[in-house]
């Protein structure tokens, strides 16, 4: 399965949006997420938001290209 981004065409009828193609349960799994790291930042008040980003994205390529 190849990811596909969203694009800011998003729609909420049927089983997949139309703007993206993801289903609607992946897109809000994706949101979820996405809050959660979002309100850690916040909790944790970081300020540099840049750094916090880019490591988590730097986090996550390294794992899913060496999986345990």
């Not at 799994?29 to 309100?39: A, C, N, Q, S």
């Not at 909790?43 to 390529?61: G, H, M, P, T």
Request: aromatic share 8%; charged share 25%; hydrophobic share 30%.
């Amino acid at each position: 399965m190849i990811y596909s981004p969203c694009n800011g065409k998003c729609t909420d009828q049927g089983t997949h949006c139309e703007g993206c193609g993801r289903t609607h349960e992946e897109v809000a799994e994706t949101r979820k997420m996405i809050k959660g790291l979002v309100d850690y930042a916040v909790a944790k008040k970081y300020e540099n938001f840049e750094d916090y980003a880019s490591s988590i994205s730097r986090a996550v390529l390294w794992k899913l290209q060496n999986p345990a």
